[in-house]
């Protein structure tokens, strides 16, 4: 159980171009789901959370016109990148929290396998 | 800032060593605190988790100490593996709308010698 899929896997694309990442929780509800950026051989930085029909909170410095969030549902959250450029060349994660999880970790987050995203 | 230190920076062993990976918190609302295992390319899997009432978990070569006094945790590794090579994070969260967001130490490079 607690499986999340991220899709695609690979990305390629064009500098101007914008790009949508789908975030799926498969086998459980998830009210919040949480997108990351991952740089090589560096941590985790959250770029937002999203919750199920509110609009997503931003992280201080994550320009929200350029990485749309939208999540329509309690399995499905999207990041768009936006006019991308080379700088957003990137490993994107997203994780999830499990709405159902009750006398145990409550804050339990499950991540993707992750994105990567290359902007030529 | 809520920050969570994570040490060593990387750390390698003998296959069947204890690696030891130490983080420590600032945020005494912290409640929740997860390992999680990231192989190249993939995303993080949570490995164990641990929550401030309880000094020690394990689970099956994994285990966490948790030191509620210092603010400090640890992820001990038992009869390590090369199967086991990977970078480990710590990280940290509390409870109630943002704090919910997990806190990541910046992670661990452990190599396991055959």
């Known amino acids: 159980g607690a499986v999340v899929s991220q899709h695609p896997s690979r990305v390629i694309c064009k500098s101007g171009t914008s790009v949508k990442i789908e975030c799926r929780s498969l086998?459980?509800?998830?009210?919040?789901m949480f997108w990351y950026r991952q740089f090589p051989k560096k941590s985790l930085m959250l770029m937002a959370t999203?919750?199920?029909?509110?609009?997503?909170?931003?992280e201080q410095g994550v320009e929200k016109d350029k990485f749309l969030i939208n999540h329509a549902s309690l399995t499905l959250s999207t990041l768009t990148v936006t006019s991308a450029h080379p700088e957003d060349s990137s490993f994107y994660i997203c994780?999830?929290?499990?709405?159902?999880?009750?006398?145990?970790?409550?804050?339990?987050?499950?991540f993707g396998p992750g994105t990567r995203l290359t902007v030529l | 800032q809520q920050q969570v230190k994570q040490s060593p920076q990387s750390l390698i062993v003998q296959k069947g060593g204890i690696p030891i990976i130490n983080c420590a918190y600032e945020?005494?609302?912290?409640?929740?605190f997860p390992w999680y295992q990231q192989f190249p390319g993939k995303g993080p899997a949570l490995l164990i988790a641990i929550r401030p009432d309880v000094s020690e978990k394990k689970e099956g070569r994994f285990t966490i100490s948790f030191n509620k006094s210092a603010k400090q945790f640890s992820l001990h590794i038992m009869d390590s593996q090369p199967g086991d090579s990977a970078t480990y994070f710590c990280a940290a969260s509390g409870r109630g709308g943002s704090n919910y967001k997990l806190t990541f130490g910046k992670g661990t490079l452990l190599t396991v010698n055959p």
């Open positions: 999203s919750n199920e029909g509110s609009k997503a909170t931003y």
């Open positions: 994780s999830a929290r499990d709405l159902g999880t009750s006398g145990s970790f409550y804050n339990e987050q499950f």
């Open positions: 086998d459980f509800q998830a009210t919040t």
């Open positions: 945020n005494t609302a912290f409640d929740y």
